[in-house]
């Protein structure tokens, strides 16, 4: 398999390629790009019911199913057949502040010490996926879309809330990583 392939591409080719989704979506329907919004559209798919948030054409937007579910399968068949030595590379520097923090084992795609079903069961486990879960729903939410649906689709089309809600994602992600998070692996 050549290498291409198999190794991460550098942001100055895979950020254009993920661009181009937006004017592809555009041209070949008026298709607004999205992941969230899925959700939605199962409820409304699997539970049909009179509220009033679910009582749209989900039909219209059966593409997006679709796409995702592309997305599930290319991550899947890339998991299976592309992936390199399995290894993650991480910086020494914070391989060296994660150490402090007892996480060294990088054979997988996140933190073997912090995500496996044990570590759900404790507080710090708990606040990280269960509480991290929620957060990331309700923020969903809150800002009628996702960080694929904002900061890739809304930022193109020049859209004000998407700016906003982009700056708010980036910032909470500055003060998650630097202050919240490094308390939470102290737990």
Same mark, same amino acid.
């Given at each position: 398999?050549?290498?291409? @392939? ?6 100055? #080719? ?15 329907? !008026? ?6 919004? !899925?959700?939605? =559209?199962? $409820?409304?798919? $699997? ?35 592309? =992936?390199?030595?399995? =290894? @993650?590379? @991480?910086?020494?520097?914070l391989q060296q502040e994660l150490s402090g923090y007892g996480i060294n084992d990088y054979s997988s795609q996140v933190?073997v010490q912090l995500y496996n079903w044990p570590a759900l069961l404790t507080l710090r486990g708990w606040l990280l ?6 957060? @990331?729903?309700f923020g969903t939410r809150y800002a009628n879309g996702c960080t694929s649906g904002h900061s890739i689709f809304g ?12 700056? $708010? ?10 202050? #919240? ?7």
């Amino acid at each position: 398999m050549p290498s291409t @392939v198999q190794e991460p591409w550098p942001w100055y #080719i895979a950020g254009p390629l993920i661009g181009l989704t937006v004017p592809a979506l555009l041209l070949l329907g !008026n298709k607004a790009f999205g992941i969230s919004s !899925n959700l939605r =559209h199962l $409820c409304a798919v $699997c539970f049909p019911a009179k509220i009033p948030y679910f009582q749209y054409d989900y039909k219209s937007e059966s593409w997006n199913l679709w796409f995702a579910a592309g997305i599930m399968a290319g991550a899947f068949l890339a998991m299976q057949f592309l =992936h390199g030595d399995g =290894h @993650v590379a @991480v910086a020494p520097a914070l391989q060296q502040e994660l150490s402090g923090y007892g996480i060294n084992d990088y054979s997988s795609q996140v933190p073997v010490q912090l995500y496996n079903w044990p570590a759900l069961l404790t507080l710090r486990g708990w606040l990280l996926l269960v509480g991290g879960g929620f957060l @990331v729903g309700f923020g969903t939410r809150y800002a009628n879309g996702c960080t694929s649906g904002h900061s890739i689709f809304g930022l193109s089309t020049l859209q004000w809330p998407s700016l906003v809600a982009t700056v $708010c994602f980036m910032l909470g992600g500055f003060l998650m990583a630097n202050y #919240i998070l490094p308390v939470l692996l102290r737990l």
